[in-house]
């Protein structure tokens, strides 16, 4: 079992970051802040396949542990992650069983699951297929996102899925699809995140979830949460970006003589 695997499984606190700029400096400086781990998003970003192995290329360059956000269910996108050498996959809108079920199929090889081998990188390019094989069903991480009014529903089925070792919780999209967006609905939100880790932990699985803030993790280990994916690289930027630009102008507005 690979240290990240054994990591989350142990359910040792780990804080990563959503990685969206499509480019190795850009994971490069992430990796050098001291990150447990990186996610690069594959859903949401403008990444292509090519540069999503050469985003986990400059993680690994750094031994930081790079998993990726797929652009939903498909195997095939689950195995090019993979093959590019990810240490593990974090699977979306995962409301089912079924589609939890799908998504540890598509990341294991036979027997444990219905993953093709292919001479990727995480392969050695063909060289180590081997070697690769025999440890690889034991080393990636296999995450699923629950955000959906369906999954909420659906949570003690999908936590007794075997094989899933995380279950994440998306606030943003569980929010908007249970009806809790705003002010207004921020207890019935709460009180879905709380079901969702809850029903994790007790079926001894690591729990999850998106941070905006990092006064959110506290809110959120305090009842059992150990996985943290904490903003990501565009939100560090423009949160930067805006608050030197508001200290510059108030450096120039002292020295402004009127």
Known sequence: MSEFRQNCTGKANLVGSFA???????????ALSGLDFLCIDWEHAQISRDIIETMVRAADVHRVPAMVRVPGHAPEAIQAALDSGAQGVLVPRVSTPAQAAMAVKASRYPPRGER??????????GYRIPEYLAGANDRIVVAVQVETSEGLANIEAIADVDGVDVIFVGPGDLSVSIDAIGPKGADKLTDAIRRIVGVTIAHDKTSGIF????????????????????ASDTMYLGAGAAANYAAARAELAREDPR
């Open 116 to 125: 093709g081998v292919g001479p990727g990188r995480a392969a050695g390019y």
């Open 20 to 30: 969206a700029i499509p480019h190795p400096v850009a994971v490069e400086v992430m």
């Open 211 to 230: 941070c905006a803030s990092p006064q959110a993790i506290g809110q959120w280990a305090a009842i059992g949460a150990s996985f943290f994916v904490l």
